[in-house]
């Protein structure tokens, strides 16, 4: 704005001003009256039916001396009111305190006898300080105590008034005054105003009201500013432009009638100058305050005007000093110079913003213009005799203005906040855009990576132990980035709106099981234990398994990353409607500041907590926005160092629980009708499929679609009812859900491999989630393959078939390898024995019958058909044993000793040529290979559920070199086939193996057991 347009807006202002203020006085100004000579005042012939009259002209004035009706006059001045009455006192006595002043005021009024019975009143004003006034020789009024020492003075003065009848023609006034001197004016300061009582009443009353009228507006405002400022910004200013409102409200009440005094008449005069003269200063000085703010944020720093407002603070902290030690001298002065230079300092403040291009900056100016006008026409009051009611327009004008500047600055912040915000959201969806991007783009990239690091971890047998630990860590590493790159296009799907929910019942306790087991790897090296506390009768919920799924899982999975040691606790209640589910832990918990965005997208703690867990700070956002899609609330309890507490609501179902087993004619499993295999691809009728789910409708799905393909089907309802049934018979496929309650379908896996390999009983999962980190937790517990939920039912069969077909030609790969296995008997074996009884022929006959009875024994033995069988009777290898070990001890007589052990109750069932296996290997490569020979002993004992069989012998013993690698592979001679196979065969079928010890010089011992 040029200087030009400046000057034209303010003059135009100030001449407006000037116009509503003299039109204030042509309403309320006095006419011309007559006033006092030589103390006589005529007013006689004066209409007072309308009108107040000042008491202006000449008194008479006896310093130093206190007239009362009864004593006599002493010499008398003449002194013209109003006016100071210092210059007439003798300052020059020695006798005299020169501080102290007292003396008495003497009027004599003359009036017409008055025809009304209207009363007549006397408003006195300003009288400094203390007073006692006499009319017509009667004491009237007494404010504070008026003495000829100021030992005996006390202070009073405030405005009074002083009412006396009106049937009188002439009034005699005597006012007696006493003044410490630290005012700058003493004595009769204002007019006394005189008049009938209702006149005076009325004119002092709307100006009292127009004071208090004035200070409530800006006490309002000094709370609205005090409120903004400690409620909502904390910016300065508003704390400065409080304290102006604040101070111009106490300066009101205190100047003019004085309303301050009459609210507390126990206020001293000289408090009252320190609070009215405060006031005021501090008014200026803070606006001045709110200004320099305003300075400050400008482009251009002002150092001159800086420097200027840090001397100006600097002498109003001067000058509070002076008026409180009562140095008024230095105090007035200061008082003076203040109220003139702030405003000039205001002003060039306004004018260098105006000169910056702060348009905005004119209402302050136009304010500042106001309030200076209200202090120059105030100043020309009190410095003339003119009495006026308060006016209180050139303040409210001021308060309009400012408030106009802030609601100005308010809606432009608002637009600029508007604006940016809309910026912010634009560069936000860029972001969210970027990254969803940036995740899809970098998934294929990592998950190559992942392969590759995983094959090499398991394939190069050259890899250092440090490098095997490197490779570990980068394996790490990259599920850790997976999981964020998921998160991040979780996240814009959510933002995006494009989740739909596939709502049914759910079993909450099955989802929270399966989470908590599909975690358990992350607790390896930390002392965690998870609790499981929901109720078996708990009722289902509705909502998206899967998405409930993912919503614990997050949960607990955050649990875990903040929680060194201690324990998970997840538990769940009904609350009306709804089920409440609760992710406890004793981790590092956390602060109030942390607990207010904790579910806000990429806000995490510090980052030392933070390295703790890592990620993004998106798996809470992300069950907050799920939640919330469930139609649920989610919210957290959490104090730093002593854990959290989340807790999420979801609807409950039906009344349906875990004990139910009705079937719902709606299948939640997804049926093609339309499929028919052709009669190659129907399985061979009797592959025993057990199904493990604890939903009766999907178990009762399963059941029929595989039943109609021509698979024989049980159905368990939790993982220990299958547990049960697996050990009761041999199955060829197991199909279990994921997420089942008490034991999920990640811990019946864990269960199962610990009875059965995954080729000898292979498992087939049924899970919502097909993610690669999902699947690759179900493979590390032994899965050998998943179905998708909802099943379809091509797809089930396919895979069913493919397994079974799988576990059968195994079976029959052992039997056949057991077959080949007895067809490879050394053909010298065959011609030593038949030499042996070519021998006995002629030395023992009888012997030589025996031996050809057990050698054929041997025979039939060997090449039963039922050595096909994957378990034979114990009896049965017991008779191809004693066959075999009858021919050795016949071929080598004493160098071969048997010993047997067999203490069996129980019917028990081996692996076909297990034993007689193991026997053959302890003589040929065990005693034999001593020239004295040595002893094996066989042993068999039933103990409890198992039955243990032992063959040792005391031969050459092995090595722990030669015992490792005797069932790793065969050796170059093609020995160890028969240990090799018997190994497989018993792992396969009980889920252990051949157990070797051995020591050089004293022999083996080779074991296994038989679960009955």
């Not at 116009?19 to 006033?35: A, D, E, I, M, N």
């Not at 008398?76 to 002043?101: C, M, N, R």
């Not at 004119?203 to 009292?208: A, H, M, W």
């Not at 603070?313 to 002076?322: C, E, K, Q, R, T």
Request: with cysteine.
């Amino acid at each position: 704005m040029n200087n030009k347009k400046l000057l034209l807006i303010t003059g135009c202002f100030i001449l407006i001003l000037t116009g509503f203020r003299l039109l204030w006085v042509q309403q309320y100004g006095p006419t011309s009256y007559p006033k006092a000579v030589n103390g006589l005042l005529d007013l006689r012939g004066i209409d007072f039916a309308d009108e107040t009259i000042p008491l202006n002209g000449e008194w008479l004035l006896y310093p130093r001396s206190l007239i009362t009706p009864d004593t006599s006059s002493s010499s008398p001045v003449e002194i013209t009111l109003p006016g100071d009455w210092k210059s007439y006192f003798d300052a020059s006595s020695e006798t005299e305190d020169a501080d102290y002043f007292y003396g008495t005021y003497q009027l004599r009024i003359l009036l017409d006898p008055s025809t009304q019975m209207e009363p007549y009143t006397f408003y006195m004003k300003d009288i400094r300080s203390t007073s006692k006034v006499y009319i017509n020789g009667r004491n009237v009024s007494n404010q504070g105590s008026v003495a000829t020492s100021s030992e005996k003075y006390s202070s009073g003065a405030r405005p009074f008034f002083v009412t006396i009848d009106s049937d009188v023609d002439e009034i005699d006034v005597l006012i007696q005054i006493a003044d410490t001197g630290h005012t700058r004016i003493g004595g009769i300061k204002e007019p006394v105003q005189f008049g009938y009582s209702k006149n005076v009443t009325t004119f002092y009353t709307l100006s009292i009201v127009l004071q208090i009228l004035s200070a409530s507006i800006l006490i309002l405002h000094f709370l609205f500013a005090l409120i903004i400022y400690f409620g909502f910004s904390r910016r300065l200013e508003m704390f400065y432009l409080a304290m102006v409102f604040g101070s111009a409200a106490i300066s009101i009440l205190m100047d003019d009638d004085r309303v301050f005094l009459t609210i507390f008449p126990e206020i001293s005069p000289q408090l009252w100058m320190h609070l009215f003269s405060i006031s005021y200063v501090t008014s200026v000085i803070f606006l001045m305050l709110v200004f320099k703010r305003l300075v400050d944020r400008s482009t251009k720093k002002r150092i001159g005007v800086t420097v200027a407002y840090y001397m100006s603070l600097g002498l109003y902290v001067i000058y509070i000093f002076m008026r409180v030690f009562e140095w008024f001298a230095v105090a007035q002065f200061l008082f003076s110079f203040l109220m003139l230079t702030v405003p000039l300092i205001i002003a060039i403040s306004l004018y260098l913003l105006l000169k910056d291009g702060t348009s905005s900056v004119i209402y302050l100016l136009l304010a500042v213009v106001s309030i200076a006008n209200s202090i120059g026409w105030g100043t020309l009051k009190t410095n003339s005799i003119v009495v006026l009611p308060y006016y209180p327009f050139d303040i409210m004008i001021a308060v309009l203005l400012l408030a106009v500047f802030w609601f100005k600055q308010f809606f432009r912040v608002s637009k600029e906040s508007q604006a940016l915000a809309k910026r912010l959201q634009r560069v936000s969806d860029q972001k969210d855009e970027f990254l969803a991007n940036t995740s899809h783009e970098l998934r294929n990239p990592l998950h190559g990576i992942m392969n590759i690091s995983q094959t090499i971890y398991e394939t190069d047998c050259q890899l250092s132990k440090e490098s095997k630990e490197n490779m570990e860590t980068l394996i790490t590493i990259s599920k850790r980035m997976s999981y964020i790159l998921n998160d991040l296009i979780d996240a814009q799907i959510l933002k995006e709106k494009g989740i739909q929910l596939h709502l049914e019942e759910v079993n909450i306790s099955a989802v929270v099981t399966s989470a908590v087991d599909a975690l358990k790897f992350m607790t390896e090296g930390k002392d965690i234990h998870f609790r499981i506390q929901i109720p078996k009768d708990f009722p289902f919920v509705i909502g998206d398994e899967n998405r409930l799924f993912q919503i614990v899982f997050n949960l607990v999975h955050n649990a875990v990353k903040f929680t060194g040691f201690g324990e998970i606790v997840i538990t769940a209640r009904t609350v009306g409607d709804t089920a409440e589910i609760s992710v406890r832990d004793t981790g590092i918990g956390m602060n109030p500041d942390v607990l207010e965005s904790v579910f806000q997208p990429y806000e995490q703690a510090d980052s030392s907590i933070t390295a703790l867990g890592g990620g993004l700070g998106l798996g809470l956002a992300i069950c907050e926005q799920l939640v919330h899609l469930h139609n649920g609330d989610i919210g957290v309890q959490s104090e730093l160092g002593e854990g959290s507490t989340f807790t999420f609501t979801v609807p409950i179902g039906k009344e349906r629980t875990l004990k139910d087993e009705t079937i719902s004619p709606n299948s939640m499993t997804s049926i093609s009708k339309e499929t028919k295999f052709t009669d190659s691809n129907v399985p061979d009728v009797g592959a025993q499929i057990l199904v493990v789910d604890d939903d009766p409708v999907n178990r009762s799905v399963i059941k029929q679609i595989l039943q109609n393909n021509g698979f024989v089907v049980t159905t368990c309802a939790s993982g220990s009812q299958a547990l049960a049934c697996i050990d009761e018979k041999k199955w060829s496929l197991v199909i279990t859900d994921v997420m089942m309650p008490q034991m999920s379908g990640y811990e019946l896996c864990k269960q199962i491999r610990k009875r059965y390999s995954i080729v000898k009983l292979p498992i087939l999962l049924l899970t919502a989630r097909s993610a690669a980190e999902d699947v690759q937790v179900g493979f590390q517990y032994g899965a050998n393959d998943y179905v998708r939920k909802p099943v379809d039912r091509i797809e089930l069969v396919v895979r069913v078939q493919a397994l079974t077909d799988l576990q059968k030609s195994m079976n029959e790969r052992t039997a056949m390898e057991a077959a080949w296995l007895q067809a490879q008997i050394k053909p010298h074996f065959l011609f030593n024995t038949l030499n042996a009884i070519a021998a006995l022929s002629e030395d023992d006959p009888e012997k030589m019958m025996n031996l050809i009875n057990q050698f054929g024994t041997y025979l039939n033995s060997s090449f039963s058909t039922q050595n096909l069988n994957q378990l034979v009777p114990l009896e049965n290898e017991l008779r191809l044993v004693k066959s075999y070990t009858y021919i050795e001890q016949q071929r080598f007589n004493d160098r071969l000793k048997i010993e047997w052990d067999v203490r069996v109750q129980s019917k028990v069932k081996v692996p076909p040529l297990s034993i007689q296996t193991l026997v053959e290997n302890a003589i040929t490569h065990g005693v034999l290979c001593l020239p004295e020979g040595g002893t094996v002993t066989i042993t068999i004992v039933e103990v409890s559920d198992h039955v243990e069989i032992s063959i040792h012998d005391d031969g050459i013993g092995m090595s722990d070199e030669r015992i490792r690698t005797l069932l790793e592979r065969e050796n170059e001679q093609g020995k160890g086939i028969g240990l090799i196979n018997t190994d497989k065969r018993l792992k396969q079928l009980f889920g252990n193996g051949l157990d070797i010890t051995s020591e050089i010089s004293k022999g083996t011992t080779i074991s296994f057991y038989i679960t009955l």
